[in-house]
């Protein structure tokens, strides 16, 4: 880009990826899952740590796009991830960056008391997971991420708090424990966020790196089908109402 004074500014953004496979990844038009799963990708290039690294996804769309991708992966049962992750970092202690990705209803429903027990244990991992504020795979069900007053399929009329209970903030509460060296929440609704949640996901994995706990990134991401909305109406549903309930930031670094 040519600013005023005539020089040239140039910023790499992002380049091509050598550990992207061209594969026809199967999520639907709109969805954000692949994009958050490319900001992984990038951060760990951009950190030199891609080479050795194990993703270790559970079931659902959230972790599809490491299918396109050359890494080293696991994929486990709907719940554990980071149970299986915590045994992969064990068995190869230093020498490996073992993160998990995972579905809201994965990580916070099922898979709650692995992660909780995992993060009271401090495991030296790093759990990424994506809220789209339901079960995406299976047809948009209640998670429990579901904003109040949601429509989903199981909650027809709305979440209502009183019947369905009330929306599952977790970075915050994993911020209040002592195994936890991370924890934030960030979103790709737009540019910025994209490069702010970037951050957000190399601070984690150097947390990792650097030993001190188990580090904990939420990244907010659109889900527009189950949604029932065009993909740009799901973005700015993102904006004005998802981040409302879950705002963004960190909410734990500790050294
Ligand atoms: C033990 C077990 N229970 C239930 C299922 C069915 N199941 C598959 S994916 C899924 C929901 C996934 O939702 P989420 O974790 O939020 O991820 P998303 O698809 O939205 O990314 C469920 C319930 C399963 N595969 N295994
Ligand atoms: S169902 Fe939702 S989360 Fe799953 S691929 Fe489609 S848009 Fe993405």
Excluded at 118 to 139: C, E, L, Q
Aim: proline share 5%; net charge neutral.
């Amino acid at each position: 880009m040519n600013d005023k004074a005539g020089s040239v500014h140039k910023e790499k953004i992002y380049g091509p990826s050598d550990y992207k496979m061209d594969f026809p990844l199967p999520s639907c038009p709109g969805c954000g899952s692949p994009s958050a799963c490319k900001i992984i990708v990038e951060a760990l290039e951009e950190l030199g740590l891609i080479q050795n690294s194990v993703v270790v996804i559970g079931v659902g769309c959230a972790g599809m796009g490491f299918f396109g991708t050359k890494m080293d992966m696991a994929m486990c049962a709907h719940g554990p991830s980071p149970s299986v992750a915590a045994g992969i970092k064990h068995a190869n202690y230093d020498d490996v960056t073992v993160f998990t990705v995972q579905g809201d209803g994965d990580c916070a429903a099922i898979g709650a008391g692995y992660l909780i027990n995992s993060a009271a244990r401090g495991d030296k991992i790093t759990i990424f997971m994506f809220n789209n504020t339901n079960y995406g795979t299976t047809g948009g069900q209640m998670a429990p991420t579901t904003l109040l007053g949601q429509v989903t399929t199981t909650t027809p009329q709305g979440r209502d708090g009183m019947a369905q209970g009330y929306p599952l903030h977790v970075p915050e509460i994993l911020a209040t424990m002592k195994g936890v060296a991370y924890s934030a929440r960030g979103s790709i609704h737009n540019f910025a966020h994209y490069q702010r949640t970037k951050k957000y996901v190399k601070s984690a994995l150097q947390k990792q790196t650097a030993g001190i706990g188990l580090s904990f990134v939420e990244i907010l991401t659109a889900c527009p089908v189950n949604w029932r909305m065009e993909p740009i109406k799901a973005i700015r549903w993102i904006e004005e109402e998802v981040t409302v309930e879950y705002p963004l930031g960190e909410f734990k670094n500790a050294d």
